[in-house]
């Protein structure tokens, strides 16, 4: 039999069930089914090399049986793992996956939208860079369901999975706070329509109230992406306000006050402490291993899969918030303040 022509009611025919049972094994559907049935149809399709003909199965079901992934940085750690976990997930329930990259820019995050839609994916998970807001709220409401990860923004109502953030930074600074330190200095890219960076704010303030500390807006310290940090961590440990510990809060912006420090030969955690949301991949193997607060991409990713199946399979609008608790890890990078 030629394999480039196998047809379903060949498979259906071979195993002895019907065109329908073959249809419904094919589709993942096969509950119902005795476990020698299902082990008859997977050895059948092996041994016809059948491959389906998804072109058709989506015109008769209007299903592609296909997600979208958007993501801002595919290159990075988090967003690798949690990619990984989407994968996994889909692959068990036969779903694949087109991933596209953002690269932080609004237009390409809007035309890869543009393109998901058009070629008729069942769904769309998507890390935002902000920008899109009344666009991805649109094609939740009118075209296929979206489900948002890793930052939640202002005025855009998805289902979303992200990390416990404020929970997460409430623990980290009491924890600098029980160490001793009572200047801690805040990290942060600007976070005034990103909700995600306010958690973590108010998960620093809420952890100084609690011991009555005040928070000095003087020891917080802003990055971006193109010109790196405003203000020198070196500069502001030699100044009065001189901090004696500081919480950064992105991988990329730890990374950049450790540099910083190091140039200047400040020792870590000697001279100050050093606390990083988010895990460094081989972070233990630093010359001193960093304490980090560490999220779980993976699960995120997953969750944000489960989710997004879950709409799909209701054929309901529900738009559910889920947070995934973080991790903080112990290493060396914080010891208390000297008196």
Same mark, same amino acid.
């Given at each position: 039999m030629n394999k480039n022509k196998v047809r379903l009611i060949d498979v259906a025919t071979k195993a002895g069930v019907s065109k329908s049972t073959a249809s419904q094994f094919l589709n993942g559907r096969f509950d119902f089914m #005795? @476990?020698?049935?299902? @082990?008859r149809l997977q050895k059948t399709v092996e041994e016809l090399n059948y491959v389906p003909n998804n072109i058709a199965r989506s015109l008769k079901t209007n299903k592609t049986r296909t997600l979208g992934v958007i993501v801002r940085d595919i290159s990075s750690y988090y967003t690798s793992q949690a990619i990984r976990g989407m994968d996994d997930y889909c692959k068990s329930h036969g779903y694949d996956l087109f991933i596209y990259n953002s690269d932080f820019e609004p237009q390409t995050e809007k035309n890869a939208l543009t393109t998901l $839609?058009?070629?008729n994916v069942d769904g769309v998970i998507i890390a935002s860079c902000g920008n899109n807001a009344k666009l991805i709220e649109d094609i939740s409401n009118n075209t296929v369901p979206v489900v948002q990860f890793q930052l939640e923004h202002d005025d855009c109502d998805t289902g979303i999975v992200v990390a416990d953030y404020k929970r997460a930074s409430f623990q980290a600074t009491e924890y600098l706070i029980k160490q001793g330190h009572k200047n801690i200095c805040f990290v942060t890219q600007k976070f005034e329509s990103v909700k995600s960076r306010q958690e973590k704010y108010q998960g620093f303030v809420d952890a100084h109230h609690k011991y009555d500390l005040p928070v000095n807006d003087n020891l917080i310290l802003h990055w971006d992406r193109t010109h790196g940090l405003d203000t020198s961590p070196v500069d502001i440990l030699r100044s009065d306000l001189a901090p004696t510990a *500081? *919480?950064?809060q992105q991988i990329a912006i730890t990374v950049d006050v450790l540099k910083a420090l190091e140039k200047a030969n400040i020792a870590i955690p000697e001279a100050v402490s050093l606390l990083g949301f988010e895990?460094?991949?081989?972070?233990?193997f630093f010359r001193v291993p960093i304490t980090v607060v560490k999220q779980q991409p993976y699960e995120i990713g997953s969750e944000a899969a489960r989710m997004l199946m879950d709409k799909l399979s209701s054929g309901k609008s529900f738009n559910t918030r889920m947070l995934v608790p973080c991790e903080l890890v112990l290493r060396? #990078? $914080?010891c208390p303040p000297k008196p």
């Open positions: #005795s @476990l020698d049935t299902r @082990l $839609c058009q070629l *500081f *919480f950064t895990e460094i991949p081989m972070a233990e060396e #990078s $914080c």
